[in-house]
């Protein structure tokens, strides 16, 4: 059973540039959040997609946006980066098994550099 | 003030030692409270997780939480060279997913 997936695995794009990151998230699941997780720092939530719509939206500006695709999968976009733009991006996936906690599960992130 | 706060270390301990990691927060909504361990170019993974106040065993690792004192832990013992890694505190309130991080405290464990 494959985990969370992500691609690519590292990123170098210019600023002002635009990118996207894809996920795939585990088998059984339909919930997908992403989060920045700048050096150093613990990860900071972007936003998560639930039956194809955003649900829940963190302190990101409109700059970041995000799509969830009928077989769960999603992709993060960015445009006009900034050079603060650049950190480890991680998706997250999780799925309602009737628990008080549903875990997320990470994938392994797409690094960012933005030069 | 960040809504949560960690240490960020680095931690140096000797093999076998106890460590004791904490985090303090603001926010009285959080009733999730979560550790995961993250290594070097690897996504988080969860450790343990604590519903509201109390404690939590898993093997070597103890989670506590003290809820009156906006205060958790993470204790491991007999720690192994294995357990060197980054160590994230991570809150949620009901009815949400979202995830609010610490920053994250190294902890490295020397033979």
């Known amino acids: 059973d494959a985990g969370v997936t992500q691609s690519p695995t590292h990123l170098i794009k210019t600023r002002g540039q635009q990118v996207t990151l894809r996920c795939s998230p585990k088998?059984?699941?339909?919930?997908v959040s992403w989060y920045q997780q700048a050096l150093g720092q613990g990860p900071q939530f972007i936003f998560q997609?639930?039956?194809?719509?955003?649900?829940q939206r963190g302190n990101f500006p409109d700059r970041f946006s995000g799509h969830q695709f009928p077989n769960y999968s999603s992709e993060l976009n960015v445009n006009a980066l900034l050079l603060g733009d650049s950190a480890l991006y991680l998706c997250?996936?999780?799925?309602?098994?009737?628990?008080?906690?549903?875990?997320?599960?990470f994938g392994p992130g797409t690094r960012l550099t933005v030069l | 003030q960040k809504e949560v706060e960690q240490d960020p270390g680095p931690l140096s301990v000797p093999e076998g030692a106890i460590v004791s990691l904490n985090c303090t927060y603001s926010?009285?909504?959080?009733?999730?409270f979560m550790w995961y361990r993250q290594y070097s170019r690897k996504g988080p993974e969860l450790l343990m997780y604590?519903?509201?106040?109390g404690n939590k065993e898993d093997g070597r690792f103890t989670a506590q939480v003290d809820k009156s004192s906006k205060y958790i832990s993470l204790f491991i013992r007999d720690s192994q060279p294995s357990d060197s890694a980054t160590y994230l505190c991570?809150?949620?309130?009901?009815?949400?997913?979202?995830?609010?991080f610490g920053t994250g405290t190294r902890l490295q464990v020397f033979p």
């Open positions: 991570a809150m949620s309130g009901d009815n949400t997913d979202k995830l609010i």
């Open positions: 997250a996936s999780s799925g309602w098994r009737g628990e008080i906690y549903n875990e997320q599960f």
């Open positions: 088998s059984g699941h339909d919930t």
């Open positions: 997609y639930y039956e194809e719509e955003e649900r």
């Open positions: 604590t519903y509201s106040s």
């Open positions: 926010n009285s909504a959080f009733q999730y």
